[in-house]
């Protein structure tokens, strides 16, 4: 195969274009052309050139390598990398009488994935999921949302699918992947119901509707290739016998006996981090941030962005990435942005509250919403593993309270934290955070080095988004679960550090952040099961 690069057309072009371009670019005829792909298509919309589509496309043709030595020294026509994944192993290479079956805890992309892999090679794994199926879970999850009714082991954080299955769906990630695990996800994802397009769109998103059932196929695809995933089942124990891990206790149920279990846990599992801690898993505090949702109307954010291209359907809503090193030292930087879409309440304990953000594939709300973070280290919460847990739960606590205690999360308006006093009433941008949002200064609800440092940034970002500080932007607190407080240490065999057996994975443990890199480690660590199996 051939990848060729930049091959650039007008945003508008005919279907039939690309195959032109193709032929022209190599200067071979339609008959030489075998077959090709769209590998990435990301676009140009600087404001001083024309709109375009930027492809990078993979083909066969008839005498490649000639034509490969032809375009040697062209750095913009390779071979194209081999990206199709390969197995490591096969359950029947080990199965014997007392094979016993890998356990997967969580059932978010990392346990999906982990489980999912697992299957395939055909070692029959069984997923505990403390939350329920997807479709339940998204009632619950109306419940917060509608009714300020929250259930703590069904919400946004817990249940089939993970933390990601309300969210816009973002497929990209910064991760290193020279083995291209990130295409095999994306291809599962596509198998499962995903459109086609997120094989080969530069920032691929899925939006919430969507996910759900791509959820569902994933789950049937497990079970069919003889693996078993039992919802409402939370793991309370952990049955650890000379360093090596032996089974897990479920509440309400009999003990699962298992010398291989997956901790594919997420960040907000901070009763089984206790648990692991007191059964003394090694882990230890590691960096994350906080910080507060932002609103804007998204036509302003497109306007700045795109400029004279804002709201060509063909580009969608525009979104945006930005970092301020404030003088403090703190680094502030937007997070989780999602275009056209709602603020959500995230939270996964009574009396707390939490902000992140969703939307729809079509992103078409009204409003764009990011958190704008301030990183922190383990030294502003010193204690040890479990201190960044108490961190969250004070600031999670507090935002609570000036929301009014009623779930609606506390909020003001940018002119208003500028100047350091109380908001009253909305201007014209509308917050989307349901059940609601309760003007307030927010000037408590994050240390003072946080909230000074966001003075900083937000002026500072007007620079780079014109309007981006406009007075009737709106604040929302708070965001902590940005990220892991912790990292549960595994070594290059991917177990932990001082358990043998137990693999810890994912977000939770430290070792991703966000859907595609969740379901990357999933796969890695389902790859050092079956190589464990196949040593013993
Ligand atoms: P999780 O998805 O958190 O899954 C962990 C699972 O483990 C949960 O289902 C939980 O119920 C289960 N569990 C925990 N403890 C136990 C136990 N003791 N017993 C049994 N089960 C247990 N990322 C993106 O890349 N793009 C986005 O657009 C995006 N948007 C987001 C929007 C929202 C609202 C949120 C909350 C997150 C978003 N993220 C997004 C982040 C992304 O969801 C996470 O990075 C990802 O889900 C992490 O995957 P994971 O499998 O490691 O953990």
Same mark, same amino acid.
């Given at each position: 195969?051939?990848?060729?690069?930049?091959?650039?057309?007008?945003?508008?072009?005919?279907?039939?274009?690309?195959?032109?371009?193709?032929?022209?670019?190599?200067?071979?005829?339609?008959?030489?052309?075998?077959?090709?792909?769209?590998?990435?298509?990301?676009? @140009?919309?600087?404001?001083?050139?024309?709109?375009?589509?930027?492809?990078?496309?993979?083909?066969?043709?008839?005498?490649?390598?000639?034509?490969?030595?032809?375009? %040697?020294?062209?750095?913009?026509?390779?071979?194209?990398?081999?990206?199709?994944?390969?197995?490591?192993?096969?359950?029947?290479?080990?199965?014997?009488? @007392?094979?016993?079956?890998?356990?997967?805890?969580?059932?978010?992309?990392?346990?999906?994935?982990?489980?999912?892999?697992?299957?395939?090679?055909?070692?029959?794994?069984?997923?505990?999921?403390?939350?329920?199926?997807?479709?339940?879970?998204?009632?619950?999850? +109306?419940?917060?949302?509608? !009714?300020?009714?929250?259930?703590?082991? %069904?919400? =946004?954080?817990?249940?089939?699918?993970?933390?990601?299955?309300?969210?816009?769906?973002?497929? +990209?990630?910064?991760?290193?992947?020279?083995?291209?695990?990130?295409?095999?996800?994306?291809?599962?994802?596509?198998?499962?119901?995903?459109?086609?397009?997120?094989?080969?769109?530069?920032?691929?998103?899925?939006?919430?509707?969507? /996910?759900?059932?791509?959820? #569902?196929?994933?789950?049937?695809?497990?079970? $069919?290739?003889?693996?078993?995933?039992?919802?409402?089942?939370?793991?309370?124990?952990?049955?650890?016998?000379?360093?090596?891990?032996?089974?897990? !206790?479920?509440?309400?149920?009999?003990?699962?006996?298992?010398?291989?279990?997956?901790?594919?846990?997420?960040?907000?599992?901070?009763?089984?981090?206790?648990?692991?801690?007191?059964?003394?898993?090694?882990?230890?505090?590691?960096?994350?941030?906080?910080?507060?949702?932002?609103?804007?109307?998204?036509? /302003?954010?497109?306007?700045?962005?795109?400029?004279?291209?804002?709201?060509?359907? /063909?580009?969608?809503? &525009?979104?945006? !990435? /930005?970092?301020?090193?404030?003088?403090?030292?703190?680094? =502030?930087?937007?997070?989780?942005?999602?275009?056209?879409?709602?603020?959500?309440?995230?939270?996964? #304990?009574?009396?707390?509250?939490?902000?992140?953000?969703?939307?729809?594939?079509?992103?078409? #709300?009204?409003?764009?919403?990011?958190?704008?973070?301030?990183?922190?280290?383990?030294?502003?919460?010193?204690?040890?593993?479990?201190?960044?847990?108490?961190?969250?739960?004070?600031? $999670?606590?507090?935002?609570?309270?000036?929301?009014?205690?009623?779930?609606?999360?506390?909020?003001?308006?940018?002119?208003?934290?500028?100047?350091?006093?109380?908001?009253?009433?909305?201007?014209? =941008?509308?917050?989307?955070?349901?059940?609601?949002?309760?003007?307030?200064?927010?000037?408590? &609800?994050?240390?003072?080095?946080?909230? #000074?440092?966001?003075?900083?940034?937000?002026? &500072?970002?007007?620079?780079?988004? !014109?309007?981006?500080?406009?007075?009737?932007?709106?604040?929302?607190?708070?965001?902590?679960?940005?990220?892991?407080?912790?990292?549960?240490?595994?070594?290059?065999?991917?177990?932990?550090?001082?358990?043998?057996?137990?693999?810890?994975?994912? $977000?939770?443990?430290?070792?991703?952040?966000?859907?595609?890199?969740?379901?990357?480690?999933?796969?890695?660590?389902?790859?050092?099961?079956?190589?464990?199996?196949? %040593?013993?």
């Amino acid at each position: 195969m051939i990848r060729i690069t930049e091959l650039r057309l007008p945003i508008s072009h005919a279907p039939e274009a690309l195959e032109e371009a193709i032929l022209k670019r190599l200067n071979i005829q339609t008959q030489d052309l075998i077959q090709f792909d769209v590998f990435k298509r990301s676009y @140009d919309a600087r404001k001083n050139v024309a709109l375009a589509f930027i492809y990078t496309v993979d083909l066969s043709v008839k005498n490649e390598e000639k034509l490969l030595k032809q375009f %040697s020294n062209d750095i913009h026509i390779r071979p194209s990398p081999d990206m199709s994944y390969h197995f490591v192993a096969n359950a029947s290479q080990v199965m014997s009488e @007392d094979f016993e079956r890998p356990v997967v805890i969580g059932f978010g992309p990392c346990g999906i994935f982990a489980a999912l892999v697992l299957a395939q090679m055909g070692f029959k794994p069984i997923v505990l999921e403390r939350g329920k199926a997807v479709r339940e879970r998204t009632q619950d999850t +109306w419940g917060l949302w509608r !009714k300020n009714v929250l259930n703590p082991e %069904s919400n =946004v954080q817990f249940g089939e699918g993970g933390a990601g299955t309300f969210s816009d769906g973002k497929l +990209w990630s910064q991760i290193k992947d020279p083995k291209f695990y990130g295409r095999k996800v994306i291809t599962e994802f596509i198998k499962a119901g995903a459109p086609e397009e997120i094989r080969y769109v530069a920032k691929p998103h899925i939006g919430t509707f969507r /996910l759900v059932g791509v959820v #569902e196929r994933m789950r049937q695809e497990i079970i $069919e290739l003889g693996g078993e995933i039992r919802f409402s089942q939370k793991v309370i124990g952990f049955d650890i016998q000379k360093d090596q891990i032996a089974g897990v !206790k479920i509440e309400g149920y009999p003990d699962l006996s298992a010398n291989h279990v997956v901790l594919a846990l997420g960040h907000s599992a901070r009763d089984t981090f206790e648990v692991l801690h007191a059964a003394g898993v090694y882990m230890e505090a590691k960096p994350f941030s906080v910080g507060f949702r932002i609103e804007h109307p998204q036509s /302003l954010i497109d306007r700045a962005r795109l400029g004279p291209h804002a709201g060509n359907e /063909l580009i969608g809503a &525009a979104d945006y !990435k /930005l970092v301020h090193h404030a003088k403090n030292g703190r680094a =502030v930087y937007s997070f989780c942005m999602c275009p056209g879409g709602t603020v959500v309440a995230a939270t996964s #304990e009574p009396n707390r509250v939490v902000t992140n953000g969703m939307s729809q594939y079509s992103r078409n #709300e009204r409003n764009a919403n990011a958190g704008i973070v301030v990183g922190i280290t383990p030294e502003d919460y010193p204690g040890g593993p479990l201190a960044g847990i108490e961190f969250q739960r004070a600031l $999670e606590s507090k935002a609570y309270e000036l929301g009014g205690s009623t779930y609606e999360a506390p909020g003001q308006l940018v002119g208003d934290f500028l100047a350091g006093k109380a908001s009253t009433e909305f201007g014209s =941008v509308i917050p989307s955070y349901k059940p609601g949002v309760h003007l307030t200064d927010l000037a408590d &609800a994050l240390p003072p080095y946080a909230i #000074e440092a966001i003075r900083e940034a937000i002026p &500072a970002f007007e620079k780079q988004i !014109k309007g981006f500080s406009i007075k009737d932007a709106v604040l929302t607190g708070i965001e902590t679960r940005t990220s892991s407080p912790l990292r549960i240490t595994r070594g290059s065999n991917f177990q932990s550090l001082n358990i043998k057996g137990l693999y810890p994975a994912g $977000e939770g443990a430290g070792y991703a952040g966000g859907i595609l890199s969740a379901g990357v480690d999933g796969i890695k660590v389902a790859e050092a099961i079956a190589l464990d199996y196949l %040593s013993k």
